[in-house]
């Protein structure tokens, strides 16, 4: 899921073909800026999130920070809700067609839409939204913060698809099939520093509590409304609650280079729900590990992370075209006179089996202002759609 760096708005809207039902893409714009990196980097704000343990890791002055964010990401897989504004656009000439009783209009209507089904089938669109508030305090040995959040995910894609010109004028066929999940989460991170040979270790967990809803809806594209508010709000069904954990440690190699591991749902959880097309849907929270290294001094910042598990997608069984992500990022950050943060990075899927498309490399860049206030900018682009940004403001001392 992903929540903002120090701040008491953020606002984000992405378009990222590559992330289908996986793990929210993004936390907050620094790390995003940065190439999404934070395990080793994360400040008293996003720790909750990114490595509870850099709590009591950081090396800023910083002992306090407050964060209200929201922020709404948006994934269209090679150009879906085009294709759907092109078939809704013929459809009508179609029925204009019908009423002016013109069969060659209605044959070429009907086989272009046909031809528009065919560039639509396996395609998947992902809208995510997110909003989280944390209170983070860090001391010289514990520290700890209070965060909540909560966090929509879904996929949608084409069902019963048509494949003649009889079926594709038909509102049976060509349906838009959306099914993802909503979670609110409560947790509570409290985090401890240790020297050990002359090393400084930090430990930190988080325990917390979701509540989980499913969401599913099913139109058929001739109708449909494919804004992003449109996808977000649809049927919901509540799936319970449940408690698990998130841990993570973080050991001072030397006075500028940290190593970072977090391990994310300790105790997993998998639900289950039936859509609107009857079909039954997993929900699953699986145990995700990723590990980061960074090297930091006061003037540069840079860092990599690496998914240790292949993280696939939170929601299976109602749709198909869910992504498996195993993701290296790369980030770097350069103070100019502390009034100014520049920032670029890069963020690779390197699972197993994924498509050339999935494959490609998304690049960013971010700047950080300080303005008697943090402003923070960062921008995505990948292959194609993908592409996106994140803004933030907000303060901490």
């Not at 953020?10 to 992330?19: E, F, G, K, P, T």
């Not at 893409?25 to 990114?50: C, H, K, Q, W």
């Amino acid at each position: 899921m992903k929540v903002i760096k120090s701040g008491f708005c953020a606002v984000a809207l992405v378009l990222s073909s590559q992330s289908v039902m996986a793990a929210p893409f993004a936390y907050e714009a620094r790390s995003l800026g940065m190439g999404n990196i934070g395990v080793a980097t994360a400040d008293i704000a996003t720790a909750p999130f990114m490595n509870p343990a850099m709590l009591s890791f950081q090396k800023s002055d910083d002992d306090f920070s407050l964060l209200l964010a929201a922020g709404a990401f948006f994934s269209d897989n090679n150009g879906m809700i085009d294709n759907i504004d092109q078939f809704q656009v013929v459809s009508a000439a179609y029925d204009a067609a019908v009423i002016a009783n013109d069969i060659p209009a209605q044959l070429a209507a009907a086989t272009d839409m046909l031809a528009i089904t065919q560039q639509l089938d396996g395609k998947a669109l992902a809208p995510e939204a997110t909003a989280g508030v944390v209170i983070g305090m860090a001391g010289e040995v514990y520290s700890m913060a209070v965060s909540a959040r909560s966090d929509v995910i879904i996929a949608g894609g084409l069902t019963n698809v048509a494949i003649n010109i009889v079926d594709v004028v038909d509102p049976a066929f060509n349906v838009l099939t959306i099914a993802g999940v909503k979670t609110s989460e409560v947790g509570l991170s409290i985090a401890r520093s240790f020297e050990i040979m002359d090393s400084k270790i930090s430990i930190g967990v988080t325990p917390k509590t979701v509540n989980v809803e499913a969401l599913s809806h099913s139109e058929s594209i001739t109708t449909s409304n494919t804004d992003a508010s449109s996808l977000l709000d649809q049927g919901v069904q509540d799936l319970g609650d449940f408690t698990t954990m998130d841990l993570g440690i973080v050991i001072g190699l030397t006075n500028h280079i940290q190593l970072g591991v977090m391990a994310k749902n300790l105790i997993e959880e998998e639900m289950t729900f039936l859509t609107t097309t009857g079909g039954i849907a997993t929900v699953t929270f699986d145990t995700q590990l990723k590990a980061g290294l960074a090297y930091s001094n006061e003037f540069i910042t840079i860092g990599a992370d690496l998914d240790l598990t292949e993280n696939a997608s939170i929601i299976s069984g109602g749709l198909s075209g869910g992504l498996i992500k195993k993701n290296m990022s790369l980030g770097m950050e350069i103070d100019v006179f502390d009034i100014a943060q520049l920032r670029v990075g890069m963020v690779k899927n390197v699972a197993n089996g994924i498509s050339v498309e999935a494959q490609q490399p998304l690049y960013t860049a971010g700047v950080g202002l300080w303005l008697g206030f943090n402003l923070d900018i960062a921008a995505i682009k990948g292959e194609g759609d993908s592409a996106g940004a994140f803004v933030q403001a907000g303060f901490k001392f």
